[in-house]
């Protein structure tokens, strides 16, 4: 298992998110942040949070590929949006994507825009793979 995720019984329940994880791999690799941009710089998904979320996971799951790592490699995401209390539509399209309620640490941040005006939500990742 190339993570393990800890969530101890003293802290509140984590929804969507693991308060630890615990990386077994031999390299650490680092997935700049993905966004719901298609190849020719269109945004996928409109205005709708969980249509972006989902194209951005796809991205990231094409950057987890190439890395020859998978959903389960991943052990911290950090999503910046411009929504931070939707966390509840953002969890469902990540389960939707990586097809799993299991998640690693994560941070979610709330800024005012991205890069590209339109984006709603961007997701980095740190990998451990063998």
Same mark, same amino acid.
């Given at each position: 298992? !190339?993570? @393990?995720?800890?969530? !101890?019984?003293?802290?509140?329940?984590?929804? %969507?998110?693991?308060?630890?994880?615990l990386a077994s %791999?031999?390299? #650490?690799?680092?997935?700049? =942040?993905?966004?719901? +941009?298609? @190849? /020719?710089?269109? &945004?996928? =998904?409109?205005?709708?949070? %969980?249509? @972006?979320?989902?194209?951005?996971?796809?991205?990231? =799951? #094409?950057? +987890?590929?190439?890395?020859?790592?998978?959903?389960?490699?991943?052990?911290?995401?950090?999503?910046?949006?411009?929504?931070? #209390?939707?966390?509840?539509?953002? #969890?469902?399209? &990540?389960?939707?994507?990586?097809?799993?309620?299991?998640? !690693?640490? @994560?941070t979610i941040v709330?800024?005012?825009? +991205?890069?590209? !005006?339109?984006?709603? &939500?961007?997701?980095?990742?740190?990998?451990?793979? /063998?």
């Open positions: 298992m !190339p993570r @393990q995720d800890i969530n !101890p019984a003293e802290l509140h329940p984590a929804p %969507g998110f693991s308060h630890a994880s %791999g031999a390299r #650490t690799a680092f997935v700049a =942040g993905q966004v719901a +941009l298609a @190849q /020719d710089f269109s &945004i996928v =998904g409109g205005s709708d949070l %969980g249509e @972006q979320t989902r194209a951005a996971m796809r991205n990231l =799951g #094409t950057a +987890l590929e190439a890395l020859g790592a998978g959903w389960q490699d991943v052990v911290r995401r950090t999503i910046y949006t411009l929504h931070p #209390t939707e966390f509840e539509t953002i #969890t469902a399209a &990540i389960e939707e994507v990586q097809g799993s309620k299991e998640h !690693p640490a @994560q709330g800024v005012t825009g +991205l890069a590209v !005006p339109g984006l709603l &939500i961007e997701i980095e990742a740190t990998v451990s793979v /063998d």
